[in-house]
């Protein structure tokens, strides 16, 4: 029976999965929104996954990643589990020759990681501005009644693209709106709008980082060709954009459960057969130390319930073996 190896991230806005055998090839992958609802969305897309997957496949391994990678962790097992910086950046390695700069912007954060020799040497992250993000178009792009899949294609468009403040969410939808009720076309608005989250993106997360060729470009907002060619024009090289640029952190996870798989004989994962069973959350303040911790009681029908959340690991170890 062929191995094969299951890669999750679990994010703000959407969630992956990236299946990949022995040989490091993706097989399969899926893409689904988040919509505020991570257990859900990790649910939808184990099951989306096994429809998808050849019959009498093999889990050898399991990664997860991302925000919420404790959760699916604890819900459907995982053999490692990893921050974003790591799996993005082992995930560029594998689909670009001499990557030296990873460029990941999401919906809710930004990210640049340096590799040198093969080697994560540096990061940066942006989880406070959203101008930096893709939430930011998102917005913009609901506002100008453009689908965000067509911003690409308008700012081509573009004759002469106008500055859209964009240090600033808040003031770059000011200045936008200015912009509007100044007459300027919504082709140079959108391409403005591109460029001022990429000035936002290079003069905060990129500052003082040594970007050097190649530089790989992944994430949803990598999607928008209006970036792409901001990034281009402002930094005067090719940025090269993946295959497979939306589910880079599950490809990246399920490359590190293949290596970590080395180390074990049997995976943590618990199979398909948990999508059958109904999960319930449960919310509980523990109030036993300065610590002040938010639980999250799990429920998996009537399996031991799982806990997760302390600093502690009190009540974590209340969960019985399954």
Same mark, same amino acid.
Request: aromatic share 8%.
């Given at each position: /029976? ?7 991230? #679990? ?20 893409? %689904?929104?988040?919509?505020?609802? *991570? ?13 998808? /997957? *050849?019959?009498? =496949? ?21 053999? =490692? ?11 560029? /390695? ?12 999401? &919906? ?28 930011? %178009? ?23 693209? #106008? ?34 989250? =990429? ?16 530089? #790989?470009?992944?994430? &949803? #907002? ?5 970036? =792409? ?11 090269? @954009? *993946? ?22 004989? @049997? ?40 806990? $997760? ?5 009190? $009540? ?7």
């Amino acid at each position: /029976m062929s191995r094969y190896y299951l890669g999750i991230d #679990v994010g703000s806005v959407s969630t992956n999965l990236a299946l990949i055998d022995e040989n490091e090839k993706l097989l399969e992958k899926v893409y %689904l929104r988040t919509m505020g609802n *991570p257990i859900q969305a990790i649910q939808k897309g184990f099951s989306q996954m096994h429809e998808a /997957m *050849p019959l009498h =496949v093999s889990i050898c391994g399991i990664g997860a990643t991302g925000s919420g990678r404790e959760l699916a962790a604890v819900i459907f097992g995982a053999d =490692v589990v990893k921050n974003e910086i790591t799996a993005h950046g082992i995930a560029a /390695m594998s689909q670009v020759e001499n990557v030296q700069t990873v460029f990941e912007i999401g &919906g809710q954060d930004s990210k640049i990681i340096l590799i040198r020799g093969g080697i994560i040497t540096d990061f940066a992250m942006n989880t406070v501005c959203a101008a930096g993000t893709g939430s930011f %178009l998102d917005r913009q792009a609901a506002r100008l009644g453009i689908p965000i899949e067509e911003f690409g294609s308008f700012a081509f468009k573009s004759l002469h693209p #106008v500055r859209i403040a964009g240090r600033c969410a808040v003031f770059a939808e000011s200045d936008m709106i200015h912009k509007q009720q100044m007459g300027c076309s919504a082709e140079d608005i959108i391409f403005g709008l591109c460029e001022a989250l =990429v000035r936002n993106y290079l003069g905060n997360v990129g500052k003082s980082k040594g970007i050097r060729e190649k530089v #790989v470009f992944q994430g &949803g #907002v990598a999607a928008n060709a209006g970036i =792409v060619k901001a990034f281009e024009d402002a930094l005067k090289i090719k940025i090269h @954009v *993946p295959l497979h640029y939306d589910v880079m952190g599950a490809i990246g996870a399920a490359l590190l459960a293949k290596e970590a798989s080395t180390h074990f004989t @049997v995976s943590a994962f618990k199979g398909f057969e948990f999508l059958r069973r109904e999960c319930r959350t449960k919310g509980i303040n523990c109030n036993d130390c300065s610590n002040a911790c938010e639980i999250v009681q799990i429920s998996m029908d009537n399996e031991p319930d799982i806990y $997760w959340g302390d600093r502690c690991g009190k $009540w974590r170890s209340r969960r019985q073996p399954a």
